[in-house]
């Protein structure tokens, strides 16, 4: 199953505290290399295709931004 995951950090607690949370998507997508372990819908859909778990076409009907993963998903190499 594709997952988001956000884990508190002191950045997103600074955040709820401050009543932005409209800019939570912003963190999560920026959060994969960070190593806080939070992950973004869209992280976890590119690994579920990269694992052959899920086609790419099914990655993007769900994806919360499709053209960004449709570009990640296009670098991929091809396994044919």
């Known amino acids: 199953a594709a997952a988001e995951i956000l884990v508190q950090t002191l950045g997103v607690s600074t955040l709820i505290r401050e009543g932005k949370i409209h800019q939570l998507g912003a963190h999560l997508q920026s959060a994969a290399n960070d ?17 052959g778990l899920l086609t790419a076409e099914a990655a993007l009907s769900v994806a919360d931004f499709p053209e960004m993963l449709g570009r990640l998903l296009a670098a991929l190499p091809d396994e044919s």
């Not at 372990?37 to 992280?43: C, P």
Request: hydrophobic share 30%; charged share 20%; no cysteine.
């Open 35 to 51: 190593g806080s372990g939070s992950q973004s819908l869209d992280a976890s859909l590119l690994q579920h295709v990269r694992e």
